[in-house]
């Protein structure tokens, strides 16, 4: 089967910080995505990657980064956070641009 | 804007009935997924549609797609309390790479 981990299912950060949120998939994927998620909201795309040091932006960019050094590894990064980025944060891999995905358990991220 | 949205938002049922839930979207797609979300939790992949499909079974779901009117449905038959749970739909559209979910539909079905 395949497996996604997150590295923190929770997390508190503080205003200003710095924030790594880890992905690794284990079944040589070649896309990954970084959702959040909040209620109302659905689903929305941050920043995807269909291959190794190559990322795309998604519908919500803003505020955010990523890197993908290796093919199993995918990290988001919050480079200054802010309230407004409390949220779950969903990683998911997939084969192929638009067949299924699979996704992590999710990180709930909150910024005091 | 969403591409797709879910009705009803949410549903509740007894255990033994059915649940139906429905998706519209707007573009040309590819195919359609259904998810699956347990509270706090990840998506699970239920099933994919595609575009050329109407009908697809998987156990006790059935999902249909009708592109005419841009819309698929999600049957659970036979509900149980495990099937409690957020309802996803997911688009592919022709003109994008991406999917793209609607806000889902939270299931509740009583023992």
């Known amino acids: 089967d395949v497996k996604v981990t997150q590295s923190s299912r929770y997390l508190v950060k503080r205003t200003g910080e710095k924030v790594f949120l880890e992905c690794v998939q284990d079944?040589?994927?070649?896309?990954m995505f970084w959702y959040r998620q909040d209620p109302g909201l659905g689903l929305r795309l941050i920043y995807f990657?269909?291959?190794?040091?190559?990322?795309e932006k998604g519908d919500i960019p803003e505020g955010y980064s990523v890197s993908r050094e290796k093919k199993e590894r995918f990290s988001l990064i919050l480079e200054s956070a802010s309230t407004n980025q409390t949220s779950m944060y969903l990683c998911?891999?997939?084969?192929?641009?638009?067949?299924?995905?699979?996704f992590g358990p999710g990180t709930r991220l909150t910024v005091l | 804007s969403q591409q797709g949205e879910e009705d009803p938002q949410a549903l509740s049922i007894q255990e033994g009935e059915n649940a139906t839930m429905n998706c519209s979207y707007k573009?040309?797609?590819?195919?359609l997924q259904w998810y699956r979300q347990n509270s706090g939790r990840g998506l699970v992949h239920l099933i994919l549609?595609?575009?050329?499909?109407r009908e697809k079974h998987s156990g006790r779901l059935r999902v249909t797609l009708d592109t005419s009117k841009k819309s698929s449905s999600l049957l659970i038959t036979a509900s149980r309390a495990a099937d409690t749970a957020s309802y996803f739909c997911?688009?592919?559209?022709?003109?994008?790479?991406?999917?793209?979910f609607g806000t889902g539909t939270r299931l509740q079905v009583f023992p």
């Open positions: 549609i595609r575009s050329n499909e």
């Open positions: 997911a688009t592919d559209p022709v003109d994008t790479d991406k999917l793209i």
């Open positions: 990657s269909y291959d190794v040091k190559m990322k």
């Open positions: 998911a891999s997939s084969t192929g641009q638009s067949l299924e995905q699979f």
């Open positions: 079944m040589d994927h070649e896309n």
């Open positions: 573009t040309s797609i590819n195919n």
